[in-house]
T-cell receptor, first 115, second 111 residues
Framework: EAEVAQSPRYKITEKSQAVAFWCDPI?????LYWYRQILGQGPELLVQ????????DSQLPKDRFSAERLKGVDSTLKIQPAELGDSAMYLC?????????????FGSGTRLTVV | GQNIDQPTEMTATEGAIVQINCTYQ??????LFWYQQHAGEAPTFLSY????GLEEKGRFSSFLSRSKGYSYLLLKELQMKDSASYLC????????????FGGGTRLMVKP
């Protein structure tokens, strides 16, 4: 069964350090999303890509967060510098199109702890 | 913007039936999704409703009323493994067809 791959699974970093997360969507999925999920809450969208283009990054804190999907396949989300409040699960998801009846397929996520 | 509300926590007994409600406000409704999320894991797709009515899938059913901005997820014959968070998500064609998630309902199934 096709999966969305994410790494690392867990990351502990000190505040003010840089951290990066990687996502490889299901083959053929043109749309890729990064979500942040704080413990006990629902996922919140950070950025949406259609192929290599950013469709929506209105909720991305651009002073410290950046995201890229250079070749329209895998994607990287970076935080620099990390802050204590960034501790959360970072979920990557992909979909065949924006109106799929199955919504998104999520990766296993990266659990970030900033100390 | 969108407003999606669902109860924070529910408790039910193994073998029973539980209904998890979700209300939403959106300008360009284009589908409602339910996801299941076990602790520390990724959300997994359960159901999709875009027209009014009931969609049944084994022990799980989902209902939608677009005029009321209301959906529920019905879980029958509860099993211990159903203990998880259940996320309601709405797709809005006025927001690029992105999914916006509610805060999730944490369901605890007790023996």
């Amino acid at each position: 069964e096709a999966e969305v791959a994410q790494s690392p699974r867990y990351k502990i970093t000190e505040k003010s350090q840089a951290v990066a997360f990687w996502c490889d969507p299901i083959s053929g999925h043109a749309t890729l999303y990064w979500y942040r999920q704080i413990l006990g809450q629902g996922p919140e969208l950070l950025v949406q890509f259609q192929d290599e283009s950013v469709v929506d990054d209105s909720q991305l804190p651009k002073d410290r967060f950046s995201a890229e999907r250079l070749k329209g396949v895998d994607s990287t989300l970076k935080i620099q510098p990390a802050e204590l409040g960034d501790s959360a699960m970072y979920l990557c998801a992909s979909s065949l199109g924006q109106t799929s009846n199955y919504g998104y397929t999520f990766g296993s996520g990266t659990r970030l702890t900033v100390v | 913007g969108q407003n999606i509300d669902q109860p924070t926590e529910m408790t039910a007994t193994e073998g029973a039936i539980v209904q998890i409600n979700c209300t939403y406000q959106t300008s360009g409704f284009n589908g409602l999704f339910w996801y299941q999320q076990h602790a520390g894991e990724a959300p997994t797709f359960l159901s999709y409703n875009v027209l009014d009515g009931l969609e049944e899938k084994g022990r799980f059913s989902s209902f939608l009323s677009r005029s009321k901005g209301y959906s529920y997820l019905l879980l029958k014959e509860l099993q211990m493994k159903d203990s998880a968070s259940y996320l309601c998500a709405v797709r809005d064609h006025n927001a690029g067809n992105m999914l916006t998630f509610g805060g999730g309902t944490r369901l605890m199934v007790k023996p």
